[in-house]
Antibody
Framework: EVQLVESGGGLVQPGGSLRLSCAAS????????MNWVRQAPGKGLEWVSS????????YYADSVKGRFTISRDNAKNSLYLQMNSLRDEDTAVYYC?????????????WGQGTLVTVSS | DIQMTQSPSSVSASVGDRVTITCRAS??????LAWYQHKPGKAPKLLIY???SLQSGVPSRFSGSGSGTDFTLTISSLQPEDFATYYC?????????FGQGTKLEIK
């Protein structure tokens, strides 16, 4: 059974940093592109970042480019999101999600999410 | 960026009803469209990919259609567990974008 479990969320002040983690199990982690998707309170879903299985291809949404860094450790079956220079508008539930396959940008499995609150 | 627009934003329906949700892309995306179901506090669930392909394990009362810029998600006979928010997502490019969501509520 595919499982994705996020952790690392919490309350942080504007300008601060936070590192999210996603522990994956039930599939060959290194062969899948992984993603972070977020949902601000009362808002819809927003794709944040993607990283290929070998970490050679990385993409970011314009809203986080230069502030967030996605990475992965295939030996630990883990995905990470380093978030720096956090802003109020980064407040959201952050989901880890797996790409369905290598040819379509579709998320077939998601975690339950971790809440990040940016507030003074 | 490709903008995705869903309608309606919310809909009230009864168990057994047939419901259709539409999604429009700001430019042609062929059949690169997915639909998700999201319940509060839960992980989103993939229902449909490639506009009309049913994800494994998803009940056959869910169906998708369309190509180019206009797409629909249809639930043929609503069940109590179907009340949720539904999102379309274009999968045409790495910069994936979602519609704003359609909240399906019990009448």
């Amino acid at each position: 059974e595919v499982q994705l479990v996020e952790s690392g969320g919490g309350l942080v002040q504007p300008g601060g940093s936070l590192r999210l983690s996603c522990a994956a199990s039930g599939f060959t982690f290194s062969t899948y592109t992984m993603n972070w998707v977020r949902q601000a309170p009362g808002k819809g879903l927003e794709w944040v970042s993607s990283i290929s299985g070998t970490s050679t291809t990385i993409y970011y949404a314009d809203s986080v480019k230069g502030r967030f860094t996605i990475s992965r450790d295939n030996a630990k079956n883990s995905l990470y999101l380093q978030m720096n220079s956090l802003r109020d508008e980064d407040t959201a539930v952050y989901y880890c999600a797996r790409d369905r396959d290598g040819t379509s940008y579709v998320f077939d499995y998601w975690g339950q999410g971790t809440l990040v609150t940016v507030s003074s | 960026d490709i903008q995705m627009t869903q309608s309606p934003s919310s809909v009230s329906a009864s168990v057994g009803d047939r419901v259709t949700i539409t999604c429009r892309a700001s430019q042609g995306i062929s059949s690169w469209l997915a639909w998700y179901q999201h319940k509060p506090g839960k992980a989103p669930k993939l229902l449909i990919y490639a506009a009309s392909s049913l994800q494994s394990g998803v009940p056959s009362r869910f169906s998708g259609s369309g190509s180019g810029t206009d797409f629909t998600l249809t639930i043929s006979s609503l069940q109590p567990e179907d009340f949720a928010t539904y999102y379309c997502q274009q999968s045409n490019s790495f910069h994936r974008t979602f519609g704003q969501g359609t909240k399906l509520e019990i009448k």
